[in-house]
C-alpha cells in the first residue's frame, strides 16, 4: 500500500521507520529525495508502483540535516553531484524571502529540507502517472514528511493530496506552514 520515495542516507531506513517488516514498502532512494520529471528511474518506480502494486499512499520524505541538501547551497564545487543538486539550489532562489527569516542559522537547513520535500511531492501530484491515476478514480494520497535523525520522529508538513483539483491549495497551504513558523521567530 506504501511507496516511499526517500533519500539515499543509511540512517532513514523506512522499513524501519515505519515499523514495517521488508516487503510491506515499497522503496526508491536517491541523493536528496529528489522527483524529477526527467528521472526514468524514479518515474518507473511510480509507475510501477501505482499500476501495478496499486499503492494508497506515496510518501516524499527528506531528513534534516541532510548533506545533499547543504551541498547545493554550498558556494564551493562538489563535482557532478552538482548538477544534480541544481534541483535544489533552483527551489532555495525561489523561496529566498522566506528562508530569510532564518538565514544565518542552523534553521535555515531545516526549512530548505521541508521545502525541498514539499517541492518534490508536489512534483509527484504532477507526473502523468498520478494524474492518470487520479483520472481513473484510484485511491491515491501523497504525503510530504520529514525525519529527526535527532529524535526519530517523523514531522507531516501539512501536504497530503488525493486529488488533481487539491494541488495548488494543498502546495499553497504547505508553504504557508512554513512561513507562519517564520513569523514566530
Not at 539515499?8 to 523506512?14: I, K, L
Not at 548533506?67 to 564551493?76: F, M, T, W, Y
Not at 543538486?85 to 533552483?90: E, G, K, M, W
Amino acid at each position: 500500500e506504501y511507496l516511499w520515495i526517500g533519500c539515499s542516507d543509511s540512517r532513514v531506513p523506512a522499513n524501519e521507520i515505519m515499523g514495517m517488516l521488508p516487503g510491506d514498502v515499497f522503496v526508491h532512494r536517491n541523493v536528496s529525495n529528489l522527483v524529477i520529471h526527467t528521472d526514468m528511474n524514479c518515474l518507473s518506480v511510480i509507475q510501477y508502483a501505482v499500476t501495478v502494486l496499486k499503492v494508497k499512499h506515496i510518501m516524499v520524505v527528506g531528513h534534516y540535516g541532510c548533506g545533499g541538501v547543504r551541498a547545493a547551497i554550498e558556494s564551493k564545487p562538489h563535482g557532478l553531484i552538482d548538477n544534480w543538486l541544481r534541483n535544489i539550489r533552483s527551489i532555495d532562489m525561489s523561496h529566498r524571502e522566506l528562508l530569510s527569516a532564518w538565514k544565518g542559522s542552523d534553521q535555515y537547513l531545516d526549512r530548505l529540507c521541508e521545502l525541498n520535500v514539499i517541492e518534490q511531492a508536489y512534483n509527484v501530484c504532477n507526473t502523468t502517472i498520478t494524474q492518470d491515476a487520479w483520472e481513473k478514480g484510484q485511491e491515491l494520497t501523497i504525503h510530504a514528511w520529514v525525519y529527526g535523525l535527532d529524535n526519530g520522529l517523523i514531522q507531516d508538513l501539512n501536504f497530503c493530496i488525493s486529488a488533481q483539483d487539491s494541488i495548488e491549495a494543498g502546495y499553497v497551504e504547505a508553504i504557508e506552514s512554513i512561513n507562519q513558523l517564520s513569523q514566530k521567530r
